[in-house]
């Protein structure tokens, strides 16, 4: 494991995202991207695309079918849509992500809880607001199936998918380096229905800072 | 109403009408059939694998489970199943898959026997009807099976769809269907061998009250009340 500390002269951004709320920024090729889950088990809904090529964004399966593995985590490559590497996984204290989960939507929370959970804020709303926020033509179309980082959703050899306790807990991170120019777009989950963040979401932390590497 | 054969490596759509069914036959064995899903009237609406998946509890597509759009409602649903299991996880081959496992055969010394990927497939059947890459997300990929094991390791089960092997859909809303049968991007075969299928579009009655893919989960019931109230 790398060392936590983080030179502060090369950090270009440093934000605190709070539960429910989106946030979008570019990330230069060479960059380095932490996600800290500040108080533990909580959902980091995140997407990327090539800032170069939006057509050109992650992609679950790509990614998961890449490594022949479901679980994200150090070393993993995630892969876009036309076969390019976005970013890899060079640190992960959590130790495994989830990509199959997707992003809560306020349609899905209907069919999966109660056809009255509609009006409860989802990852989806979010995820729509930052991509309608930074424009340059992304819409809802755009928005490919997400990296739930801190999330545990194991697959059985029967083929059954479940979702287990989480494995993450307070500091825990992922870092990622980015292999070319990517938007990176992240939704902090405001999910009440499940445990997926303790039926408490709680605040993320993100860092990217140019590497000395 | 009609039949159609898709010849191997080749794409096929059509805009499968709520109240009709697309029956998908491997007649050889070892199909592997790659498709995508949209609703026809609002293509932003589509095929969604995680809401799937989730509301599901599953990893694999067979007889009684249902195909969700990102909206809550469902596109299609299983209604027969010869074969088991269908693969929703390991998406669609592209270009440089081809190219590096089988090498590269052009359409100038072999004509209709070009190698394809179910990329490039897909890319440009969605043009025909206005839409891109963009609109291209998870896929599903019948006759298929991969199995996961408890390090999240994938495996492709070779082998698995025998001649003869059927899968029926029924679709819940007008839906317009793309459909290739390009090689699993994971079959280890090391030749280009794609195989055909038939295609056979019928009349079919309304999922009824005690429907097998209605009753099999509750969030499957509430997810026909949502695909219901758009028709209403």
Known sequence: ?213 | MFEEFVQPGATWSHVLKRGTSLRITDTEGGANVCAMFHNWENPTERYNMPDTLKAQHIAHITRGHVLYSDMGRILCSVIADTAGWHDPLSGCSNAALVAQRYGTARYQEHRNEYYKNAYDGFAIELAKYGLSVRDLTATVDFFSKVVVDGSGKMSFVTGHSKPGMHVELRAEMNVLVILNTCQHPLDPNPKYEPKPVRLSVQKVVAPSPDDPCRLSRPENGRGFVLTERYFM
């Open chain 1, 1 to 213: 494991m790398k060392n936590m500390l983080i030179d502060p002269v090369a950090v270009r951004h440093d934000a605190v995202i709070p539960a429910g709320e989106p946030w979008i920024h570019e990330i230069i090729k060479g960059q380095h991207f932490r996600i800290i889950d500040l108080e533990g088990n909580q959902a980091a809904d995140t997407l990327f695309f090539n800032a170069d090529d939006y057509e050109d964004r992650y992609s679950a399966q790509d990614t998961i079918r890449a490594q022949g593995n479901i679980y994200l985590t150090t070393g993993t490559k995630l892969m876009s849509s036309k076969g390019n590497v976005l970013l890899t996984i060079v640190d992960d204290t959590c130790g495994r992500h989830d990509t199959l989960g997707g992003a809560c939507a306020t349609e899905s929370n209907m069919v999966r809880y109660a056809i009255e959970k509609r009006h409860m804020h989802a990852c989806r709303q979010s995820f729509v607001k930052a991509v309608l926020g930074w424009g340059r033509g992304l819409e809802k179309r755009d928005l490919p199936h997400n990296i739930n980082f801190f999330m545990n959703v194991p697959v059985t050899p029967e083929g059954c998918l479940t979702f287990e306790d989480g494995v993450s807990g307070p500091g825990k991170y992922v870092e990622m380096c980015a292999e070319m120019n990517v938007l990176a777009v992240i939704s902090n989950c405001p999910q009440l229905n499940n445990p997926c963040n303790a039926y408490n979401p709680t605040p993320i932390r993100v860092l990217i800072w140019d590497s000395t590497d």
